[in-house]
């Protein structure tokens, strides 16, 4: 029932409303104690959303009160009254903004007679709160929801009979012997919040404000309390208050004019830091997102005195980070993968990158390096040091001469019994170095002979390749001497512990080498390099080995690592008449890699890795391998028809973007696109096909949009532009982000190419071009970008849409803003339940809005503006 009136409640016609609204009250009616709360829940559910989309219905939650305010009804009473604003707030019921105000209004207007019901509850079953605990929680859950939809007005809380009795329920007293359960504390704690929450939109509440500053704060006591006891779930809870009051007052305190009214309130900061200190890190992850707050506010305020007075506070911090960095001492493995604590520790990582500019990487540094020198000092503990300094190297100068030697030193003469977890830090940190190494050249022979002779022991191997990709990017040119040992690990990697991500790591570190050598030398060492993914693949294809997923049977491995190579291969300084280095290399690829496509044009996976390896291959060489296209259009374009792989769509566009500014090679394409449009548009025509397969649209229109900014007057004139958009017209309202995205972009670079004079040769022909497609299509594209908006687009996509009615609206304002007028008319003014969703003025406010845009933000807002009347 709940789910028809949530999402089908517009096909009840107006006459059965109230007999539904009746039969709802009456089984509410018969809820007790024994009833499953599920069920409760969900009656409960489905009368706040009649009560939502029945505007006769005025002043519902007072008549509820009236019905349900007898003691054996208090339970599913206060369960509608919470779930009353939170569907409110709930977007997924789609009431419009002006029934969502209407609605407010009326919550409003019930706000006193709630609060008057709450405080009722607190004061009648708040004296034996843990013999009525689900009374009260359910009491402070329904304030808590009433306070988040501004319902409930904070003037006058600040002696609130419900906030008093959270923090009592919070406020641990061992020698009353209370102690509140754990759900109580968790719903004092989320009541509390919220009106701290609600503090950052309002900043006229002082009395408010002292009165939970003061309150918060003596909540100390009680933090320590858990802690002694191991009640992890309430140390939560206090954390959760110490933090949310931090970045409610964060604003204040960085603007405090005195410091000693600086003083007074930077104490939150010492409770937030004891939290931190808690001994699970869990607790200490709360506290994440204050500190980037806080980051955030002092980068953008590039106040030097006003940094120096948090230093303290980060120092500490980060100390205690790397304390909980720590891995367990009797711990002898690295840590899995799949361990929450290792991804704790990304995230201690992240943070300390973004928080070290208070206190100077450095400085940072310096201080853990220290930490490892100290006496007695465990290897858990070098560990966690290590992984504090990896975070921050990057950071440090690359002229830093003190501290970093000191560092390269120890760990090039660390032993082999060093524990393999501290080996592992210190090898990513010698890669993290590699800034400071290109600038320091004398130590890369010690430091490359180190990282070699690592990534032959088990455990070290992936640290190690990623030690070496970075150093060979950032040193390439000091690398180049050691090019053959290079080639002869990569000849050898494969009885390695090195993953494939790894090795795909190194072939893209050695191929930035490649780039900085002699021109002579590269054609040999470019076929080295991919020769030793190619014969495996061709073995492979001669063998007829059935491929499995992951190993060395399967030609993905191969392909990917080709890929990897041809990626980072990019040669500069290639004269007029010269053979390109790459060009001899491609030329014998590219029959192997047709032989791939035949063999595999079955295998989805396996043709999108070939697909891959061609556009890097495509891209390395360009204009250089011409004499490739005509046999690789012909095989692509016959393995569509029959498998329809959207990659080969992609690969066309890549053929696109880099061939068509070749008149000779024009029409070629274009011929290409004609054997794609057929087999395309008869799959997007099925039943849901636009819906189904969303990466073909996406390729699809990747291909057109490249077209239309490489060589926009043939493709202009071609016969294939009026289906094509046509299908365009079809996919806006496509709900698939880079699908709707492509479709966005084709539709803004069609219109750009009618008012873009970049080749003034041919600038009036292409106006006159896209003019003509203009006035057959530029209303219905309005209309469809309108309906697209309201009923099936995301709001996160449509900043893209922006840009297609900025260009529209540069190009012709005139008549863009009369297909506006015409496309927002067709926009419904009242739902089917009578429900109203935007007057004529509105809609006037939005399309004067949207013709004054000069922007796509401007555009974004105005739509998002139009989508709240509907949604």
């Given at each position: 029932m709940r789910t028809k009136i949530h999402q089908s409640f517009h096909e009840l016609p107006l006459e059965v409303h109230m007999a539904l609204r009746n039969s709802l009250l009456e089984h509410i009616s018969q809820i007790n104690e024994a009833t499953n709360t599920v069920i409760t829940t969900q009656l409960c559910l489905a009368l706040a959303d009649l009560i939502l989309q029945m505007p006769s219905w005025q002043r519902a939650p007072l008549d509820l009160i009236n019905r349900f305010s007898h003691q054996s009804y208090i339970w599913p009473l206060l369960e509608i009254l919470t779930v009353l604003p939170e569907e409110l707030d709930n977007r997924s019921v789609r009431l419009g903004e002006n029934r969502r105000t209407e609605v407010l209004a009326d919550l409003k207007h019930c706000a006193p007679t709630i609060l008057e019901f709450l405080i009722h509850c607190c004061t009648v079953y708040g004296s034996s709160v843990n013999e009525h605990t689900h009374i009260i929680s359910r009491a402070l859950r329904c304030f808590t929801s009433w306070v988040y939809v501004k319902a409930i007005e904070l003037d006058g809380l600040s002696d609130s009979v419900v906030l008093n009795l959270a923090f009592d329920i919070l406020d641990f007293k061992p020698h009353e012997g209370k102690q509140s359960s754990g759900a109580l504390c968790d719903a004092a704690t989320e009541c509390i919040c919220t009106v701290l929450q609600s503090l950052e939109d309002n900043n006229n509440q002082q009395a408010l404000e002292n009165y939970l500053f003061t309150?918060?704060?003596?909540?100390?006591?009680?933090?320590?309390?858990?802690?002694?006891?191991?009640?992890?779930?309430?140390?939560?809870?206090?954390?959760?208050?110490?933090?949310?009051?931090?970045?409610?007052?964060?604003?204040?305190?960085?603007?405090?004019?005195?410091?000693?009214?600086?003083?007074?309130?930077?104490?939150?900061?010492?409770?937030?830091?004891?939290?931190?200190?808690?001994?699970?890190?869990?607790?200490?992850?709360?506290?994440?997102?204050?500190?980037?707050?806080?980051?955030?506010?002092?980068?953008?305020?590039?106040?030097?005195?006003?940094?120096?007075?948090?230093?303290?506070?980060?120092?500490?911090?980060?100390?205690?980070?790397?304390?909980?960095?720590?891995?367990?001492?009797?711990?002898?493995?690295?840590?899995?993968?799949?361990?929450?604590?290792?991804?704790?520790?990304?995230?201690?990582?992240?943070?300390?990158?973004?928080?070290?500019?208070?206190?100077?990487?450095?400085?940072?540094?310096?201080?853990?390096?220290?930490?490892?020198?100290?006496?007695?000092?465990?290897?858990?503990?070098?560990?966690?040091?290590?992984?504090?300094?990896?975070?921050?190297?990057?950071?440090?100068?690359?002229?830093?001469?003190?501290?970093?030697?000191?560092?390269?030193?120890?760990?090039?003469?660390?032993?082999?019994?060093?524990?393999?977890?501290?080996?592992?830090?210190?090898?990513?940190?010698?890669?993290?170095?590699?800034?400071?190494?290109?600038?320091?050249?004398?130590?890369?022979?010690?430091?490359?002979?180190?990282?070699?002779?690592?990534?032959?022991?088990?455990?070290?191997?992936?640290?190690?390749?990623?030690?070496?990709?970075?150093i060979c990017l950032k040193c390439s040119t000091s690398m180049t001497r050691h090019i053959t040992i290079l080639l002869h690990i990569l000849h050898q990697v494969d009885s390695l512990s090195v993953t494939n991500t790894a090795v795909i790591g190194i072939l893209k570190g050695v191929a930035a080498i490649l780039n900085v050598m002699p021109h002579s030398e590269i054609t040999v060492l470019l076929r080295e390099l991919c020769f030793m993914q190619l014969t495996p693949l061709i073995q492979l294809i001669d063998q007829d080995v059935v491929p499995i997923k992951g190993t060395t049977s399967d030609p993905v491995l191969w392909l990917d690592r080709l890929s990897s190579v041809m990626r980072h291969v990019s040669i500069t300084g290639v004269r007029d008449g010269d053979i390109h280095p790459c060009k001899p290399v491609v030329i014998e690829i590219w029959p192997i890699l047709s032989k791939t496509f035949n063999k595999y044009q079955k295998d989805d996976r396996i043709m999108e890795s070939v697909c891959k390896s061609v556009r890097f291959m495509l891209r390395c060489a360009s204009q250089h391998v011409c004499e490739v296209l005509e046999g690789l259009v012909s095989q692509i374009t016959g393995i569509y028809c029959e498998y329809k792989h959207s990659c080969f769509l992609y690969v066309g566009s890549i053929l696109v973007d880099e061939y068509a500014s070749n008149p000779q090679c024009v029409g070629g394409l274009l011929d290409m696109l004609e054997a794609f449009i057929k087999p395309t548009f008869h799959m997007l025509e099925t039943m849901d096909g636009l819906k189904n397969h969303p990466d073909t649209v996406d390729d699809f229109f990747r291909l057109t949009g490249r077209f239309v900014r490489r060589a926009p007057v043939p493709f202009l004139r071609s016969a294939a532009i009026l289906p094509i958009i046509q299908c365009g017209l079809f996919a806006s309202c496509l709900d698939h982000k880079d699908a709707n995205a492509a479709v966005m972009k084709f539709f803004h670079d069609l219109i750009y190419q009618g008012q873009s004079a970049h080749s003034a040769l041919d600038f009036m022909e292409r106006r006159e071009l896209v003019k003509g497609i203009l006035d057959q299509f530029g209303q219905q594209l309005v209309t469809s970008l309108l309906q697209a908006c309201v009923f099936y687009l995301h709001t996160y996509m449509l900043s893209e849409v922006g840009d297609v009615f900025v260009e529209m609206l540069e190009f012709t304002r005139e008549e863009a803003s009369r297909w506006i007028v015409s496309g927002l008319d067709t926009l419904p003014k009242q739902n089917n339940g009578g429900l109203l969703t935007a007057t004529p003025a509105q809609l006037n406010d939005i399309h004067v809005s949207l013709i004054r845009s000069n922007s796509s933000k401007s555009v974004t807002h105005a739509l998002k503006d139009l989508i709240r009347l509907y949604r």
């Open positions: 309150n918060i704060l003596k909540l100390e006591v009680s933090y320590h309390i858990s802690v002694a006891n191991e009640d992890e779930s309430k140390s939560v809870d206090y954390c959760r208050l110490f933090t949310e009051l931090g970045e409610s007052f964060l604003e204040k305190i960085i603007s405090s004019n005195s410091a000693a009214h600086f003083q007074h309130a930077v104490k939150v900061f010492d409770l937030i830091l004891m939290c931190v200190g808690h001994h699970h890190y869990e607790v200490a992850e709360l506290t994440f997102t204050l500190w980037y707050v806080l980051s955030e506010e002092l980068y953008q305020k590039n106040n030097k005195e006003l940094t120096e007075l948090f230093k303290p506070y980060i120092e500490r911090l980060i100390t205690a980070l790397c304390r909980h960095c720590q891995m367990e001492p009797d711990c002898e493995e690295l840590l899995d993968d799949a361990d929450e604590f290792k991804d704790f520790r990304e995230k201690v990582s992240e943070l300390i990158k973004d928080v070290v500019f208070i206190v100077a990487s450095d400085s940072c540094f310096k201080q853990m390096f220290l930490n490892t020198q100290a006496p007695g000092v465990t290897w858990d503990q070098t560990e966690a040091a290590l992984f504090v300094m990896q975070a921050v190297s990057k950071n440090v100068l690359p002229t830093e001469n003190e501290v970093v030697p000191k560092v390269v030193e120890a760990i090039l003469n660390s032993p082999s019994s060093t524990h393999l977890a501290v080996r592992y830090t210190s090898v990513l940190l010698l890669g993290e170095l590699s800034e400071w190494i290109e600038k320091h050249p004398q130590v890369l022979d010690p430091i490359l002979n180190f990282i070699v002779q690592a990534l032959a022991v088990p455990g070290l191997g992936a640290a190690a390749a990623s030690a070496l990709q970075n």
